[in-house]
């Protein structure tokens, strides 16, 4: 009578995890079969994206490989500046800290709250930009669009996280560079060497992230002596000085303001007018 | 009573997760189908949705080359300074062990299959090159005091010279991996004796009985069909010739083995991703490592497609092992 029952608790028991295991590889299936849809559809063509990750995308790293991402990355960005994709390494790898703290503020502002809730993305596809050309002149969405073509950049050409190793965090660094360009267009500054080390400034004093305190520090390496002077007699300190002060920007759902002026912005999130009109044109000289 | 009921469950289990595998591989095809074009795959259910590895992952067979093939697309342009960056320049050792192991006689004709960017080839060339020189310089010295009748004789015999010359041909699956090492061999200046072709080393374009000596360096563990590559191989080859094999191997030593494994998921992805700006193609070159038989298992491999006297050369304590069979 007892064998019999043990019996038959092994063969419910071993059941159970075959249905358990169908039921998983169910699940692999369904995302495998999802993998093959992004795959297929990506314009990136090689990115798993499903393989393993906590968001589309994520790689993971130990402590170690961080490490000498940091280093690797750090030493390809000096060594050429033009390598995007290694100083956007470089801020994952070194930004845990500064990404915990970007967050917690965010948590703390109610309109930063609804941006983690919604998770906006700022891209081509995503905007309306019909829409944006028809807004006034000095209304937020209509000056983002003159930025943009001025200086001829595109909102889509910010790579994805990837070394991230929390999905809310990847986000929060998703959100910061995708905000970069609106900060460009909100301090006025283009996007030569030295609108680039203005903002980094800014931002170095905003977020924190090592980064950007990295840019902030050998971005001036790179200039020449005029503007070098420019940066440190009065550009460099108000974008420090309203760095510190200004709101969080990333707390702003820039999506729902494009009418907005952009004055009326400015004063919103506690920054001053750039002291000197810095012109795209100048991009030729540096 | 219970242990005999145990025994028969765990075979009832072992032959679902066979059926699963099978219907898995049906699954995801046909969801894969419904976003491809082309609608044959719907139709083909068990039949040709067999699957193998791509590194860690299983992928249909199907998918599997055309993965490899974006995977060395993508790497193709840093192919040769990230070898050098990752095995620390060893790799250069490796190649020349092969060539001296092949010890290539002039006129012979090599096929170098997966050569992509020409390593072997080039040091072939070189090889072949290097050793016609020292031969002419031999018949020189010994002809310093040459009597008329040898002097005659060399007008004949130096038109006999040119069809001695050596050549290569390179063959690879991927065309820039090809442009690649077209541009280092017009920078190098080698040029006579040196072609490229494109080709699947499951299905080789070339006739039967071609090549003296059949060479794959690095480059059999990307092939989907292994057994296929060595059947083509015996084909093209000429009886007599020779097949030479460079593949990343199991590490005999336990040591070195943690030392290496360390090395290749810790380190190599990073280099990949600073250097090439590619960290997901650097991991799976590593898991495909991992993936390919040892030694011995692809020794009986070599032995099974109809090849003889078949040895291996462990280099670099298994790290790197040299596989060479002849065709009789």
Redesign the interface.
Known sequence: MR?SV??IA??WL?AG??FQW?HQ?QY??IS??VC??QV??SST????SC?NGLYPGH?HT?H??KA??AV??G??ALHDPY?H??VA?LGEATGHLALINLRDKMRNDPEGYTILKERPRIRLSTLDLSEMASLPDGSFGREYLRFLEDNDVTPDSRADV?FVDDEELAYVMQRYREVHDLLHTLLGMPTNMLGEVAVKWFEAAQTGLPMCALGAVLGPLRLSTSRLKLLFTSLGPWALRNGHRARCVLSIFYERRWAQSIEDLRQELNIEPPPVIVRATEKRNT | ??AS??LL?RRV?RL?HRY?NVT?AG??AR??CC??PSTCRCFSDVAGDRSTHFGF?TVPETEKAK?VY??FE?VAQKYDTMNDVMSLGIHRLWKDMLLHAMHPQPGARLLDVAGGTGDISFRFLEYARSQQERQKRRTARSMQTPSSQDISNNYFTEDEDTPQESRAVVCDINKEMLNVGRKRADSMGISAGLSWVVGNAEELPFDDDQFDIYTIAFGIRNVTHIDQALQEALRVLKPGGRFMCLEFSKVTNPVLARIYDAYSF??I???G???A?D???YQYLVESIRKFPDQEEFKYMIEDAGFYCVKYNNLTGGVVALHSGFKL
Do not use: C
């Open positions: 064998i043990h019996i092994t063969m071993y995890r075959l169908l590889r692999v299936l495998k079969a093959a849809h297929h559809s063509g090689f990115t798993d393989y790689i130990t170690i490989q000498m991402l690797g990355s030493v390809a390598r994709d290694m390494v990837r | 009573m219970a009921m145990r469950l289990i679902s699963n898995a699954v995801s969801s894969g976003w491809a992952e993965r974006k995977v993508n810790q380190m992805p990073v280099l991703e600073v250097i700006g960290w997901k193609s």
